[in-house]
């Protein structure tokens, strides 16, 4: 209970601000690789209506990162294809939808075993909390919202994601499809 008060004051005291979006200064893109859990996000017309958002990162043979979002919008897959590649900067990618426009990616804090992470963009539009599950503990969520707060994030404009965790093929979703 004394952790959830931590949580929700946290949230309430945080205001924006002029935002810090550098990103980590080490990445393990191979750690990095892999599913992903959209927890929270902030709102924006992309992502607007999908349910259980996941994302999925892979190399592809030519160095590039392969990016598979996937969610269910009005009771259908949706899947968004895209490409990301690497910076000189850790933990700034480049992300691309649309090619041949790209956008950053910042990953702005990982938790020690990267099962989670505080990623947003190079403006303060933008900002997702991702996990290897599907759902994340009271203290690493405050952990989370702490440093978004810290970094002048307004965390009071989290959309916070439903997630099931297997729910039916997630893992077998394919761009085909």
């Known amino acids: ?86 910076t000189d900067t850790a933990g700034l990618l480049r992300v691309s939808f649309f090619e041949p426009f790209y956008s950053d990616y910042r990953v702005l804090m990982l938790t020690d075993d990267y099962r989670n992470a505080l990623v947003g963009s190079g403006s303060s539009k933008y900002l997702w909390i991702l996990s290897r599950d599907s759902v994340i503990p009271m203290q690493v969520k405050y952990q989370i919202l702490t440093e978004a707060c810290r970094r002048g994030y307004d965390v009071n404009s989290l959309v916070w994601m439903e997630q099931q965790k297997d729910y039916e093929n997630a893992d077998n979703w394919t761009a085909e499809k």
């Open 1 to 86: 209970m004394l952790l959830w008060i931590l949580v929700m004051f946290t949230a309430l005291s945080c205001t924006a601000r002029k935002v810090d979006n550098t990103p980590v200064p080490s990445l393990d893109l191979q750690r990095y690789l892999g599913k992903w859990y959209e927890i929270a996000r902030y709102d924006h017309s992309f992502e607007r209506g999908i349910y259980f958002p996941i994302a999925t990162y892979s190399m592809d043979s030519d160095g590039s990162i392969r990016v598979v979002n996937t969610g269910i919008r009005k009771g259908k897959t949706k899947i968004s294809v895209g490409r990301a590649k690497t």
